[in-house]
């Protein structure tokens, strides 16, 4: 089971640093927590940790 530390781990690091399937991986864990969660804040932050995935995930596969 993941917890908070998780995800802010994420935000410290370079896209560079993993795979793109990483991130994706990470975004469908935090969007099932999402579903399952109760609090309106929660929720909240769960959204933008799958927005911030997925934008990691695309920077990757497309090159600048």
């Known amino acids: 089971m993941m917890d908070a530390d998780y995800f802010q781990e994420i935000s410290g690091w370079s896209p560079k640093e993993q795979l793109p399937a990483y991130y994706r991986a990470a975004a469908a864990r935090a969007r099932k927590l999402r579903a399952e969660s109760t609090t309106p804040r929660l929720k909240e932050y769960l959204r933008e940790i ?15």
């Not at 799958?50 to 600048?64: D, G, H, K």
């Open 50 to 64: 799958i927005a911030r995935c997925e934008r990691l995930a695309r920077e990757i596969e497309e090159p600048s």
